[in-house]
């Protein structure tokens, strides 16, 4: 069955940096569209970036663009967001997806704060 599994969150001041992983199992991720969404505290889910199956293509929130970055290794099914220049605003648990399916992962919670 589909997995994902989400991992690299953690505790970071305004300014850091993080690099998320996610690895997934039970398809073919190399034809898999994979995105990455948050959800913050009261608010609704938001899609943060996506990336085509091979890579080629990426797109970006505007929230985040020009600060994170999404990138796959499909030799290790696994997709990444790095998140750079991290705001207070930026915290929130974050999900990968895959958008062909509706399932989601347990999430990883990223803090940022002083």
């Known amino acids: 069955q589909v997995q994902l599994v989400e991992s690299g969150g953690g505790l970071v001041q305004p300014g850091g940096s993080l690099r998320l992983s996610c690895l997934a199992s039970?398809?073919?991720?190399?034809?898999?569209?994979m995105r990455w969404y948050r959800q913050a505290p009261g608010k609704e889910r938001e899609l943060v970036a996506a990336?085509?199956?091979?890579?080629?293509?990426?797109t970006y929130s505007d929230s985040v663009r020009g600060r994170f970055t999404i990138s796959r290794d499909n030799a290790k099914n696994t997709v990444n967001l790095q998140m750079n220049s991290l705001k207070p605003e930026d915290t929130a648990v974050y999900y990968c997806?895959?958008?062909?399916?509706?399932?989601w992962g347990q999430g990883t919670q990223v803090t940022v704060s002083s």
């Open positions: 990336i085509s199956t091979t890579g080629a293509t990426t």
């Open positions: 039970g398809f073919t991720f190399s034809t898999a569209v």
């Open positions: 997806k895959w958008v062909a399916r509706d399932y």
